[in-house]
Nanobody, 126 residues
Framework: QVQLVESGGGLVQPGGSLRLSCVVS????????IGWFRQTPGKEREGVSA????????YYAHSVKGRFAISRDNAKNTAYLQMNSLKPEDTAVYYC???????????????????WGQGTQVTVSS
């Protein structure tokens, strides 16, 4: 059974940092890419970042570029999202997701992804 488990969320002051982790288990084959999304109440899930396994390409939303960094540890089957210079508008539930085949519409389209974690809350507030 495929499982994605996020951790690392919490309460942080503006300007602070957090590192989210996503442990993936249950795969017998490698996946094409892993993505991070976030969602606030009443809004659609927003693509934050993605990592393409084959060519190690990374993708970022404009709102987080230069502040967030995605990475992957193959040995630990874990993906990370390092979040620096956090702002109150980064407050959301953050999800990781994997996709088994190349995107057809875009890395930031939630409907493209096959498996999802349960989410971890990130709150940026003073």
């Amino acid at each position: 059974q495929v499982q994605l488990v996020e951790s690392g969320g919490g309460l942080v002051q503006p300007g602070g940092s957090l590192r989210l982790s996503c442990v993936v288990s249950g795969f017998t084959l490698d996946w094409y890419a892993i993505g991070w999304f976030r969602q606030t109440p009443g809004k659609e899930r927003e693509g934050v970042s993605a990592f393409s396994i084959g060519d190690a390409s990374t993708y970022y939303a404009h709102s987080v570029k230069g502040r967030f960094a995605i990475s992957r540890d193959n040995a630990k089957n874990t993906a990370y999202l390092q979040m620096n210079s956090l702002k109150p508008e980064d407050t959301a539930v953050y999800y990781c997701a994997t996709i088994l085949s190349p995107w057809t519409t875009g890395w930031d389209m939630a409907r493209e992804y096959d498996f999802w974690g349960q989410g971890t809350q990130v709150t940026v507030s003073s």
